[in-house]
């Protein structure tokens, strides 16, 4: 079946405030599986809050392919780092223009949109027959496709990007596109402010630059000895995201 035609994850209103509230508390890591879990070929993806306090350790949320050990992380902090853009702009300490309130709809749908993809490959997984290292995440590659040939993920993008391209594009298999090849989230969150904004992207980058001189560190806490560290995004760090 075309991409195109699966049913899309886009929200049809904004999330509301207690809806941004309940998804900034959950962060996602992954971890090479333990010999306790004897799986080879496959990885482990943890979940935590980072709202509690202390914060807990990470707990299992499933098991998932190793093939996807560069996709998955890059998807937490394309997510991640939308809740960021948003709380930064929200807050006032990124000044966009004059379209600050449409940006912020829009920063809005993009983290719940996401949101829903992460639900949805967790979902897909937890109801696979057989969930080994061959299995493929048809939700995930689709939104791999999405971000390497439209560069967006709103309906609207992708009616645009097929007035000008084969529908053929998203038949392609995106393990072909190779780890790196998923877009900066710079480059996203640059449109975004460009195309509301009323400015041009290079005023645009200039602005989410600047907003973004913030010192950061990466990798989570292993949760378990036999581990290797954990790939995603520093929970300490994420309490930059904000709290309602």
Known sequence: MSIRRQESLWPTRVPKDSTMHEIRQIVLCIYDCGPEENAPGMISV?????YKRPIPEPELLTLFPASYEY?????FTHFRML??????????RML?????DAILKHLRCY????NSVLDSIW??????DSLG?????AVLDKWMVYDYYVGGHTPQDVELFLTEHNENAFEEDPMEFGAYHISCITEIVVIVI???GGVGRQHAKLVFKQGLLHPQRSVARSPGSSRSGGRGVDPEILGCCGRD
Request: negative net charge; charged residues 25%.
């Open 123 to 128: 979902d897909e997984a937890d109801s696979a």
């Open 194 to 196: 460009a195309r509301l």
């Open 133 to 137: 290292p061959d299995w493929r995440s």
């Open 83 to 92: 809740l960021f853009a948003h709380d930064f702009i929200d807050s006032g």
């Open 71 to 75: 996709h998955l992380p890059r998807l």
């Open 96 to 100: 966009v223009g004059s379209n600050r």
């Open 111 to 114: 983290v719940h949109y996401t």
């Open 46 to 50: 943890f979940h935590t809050n980072i």
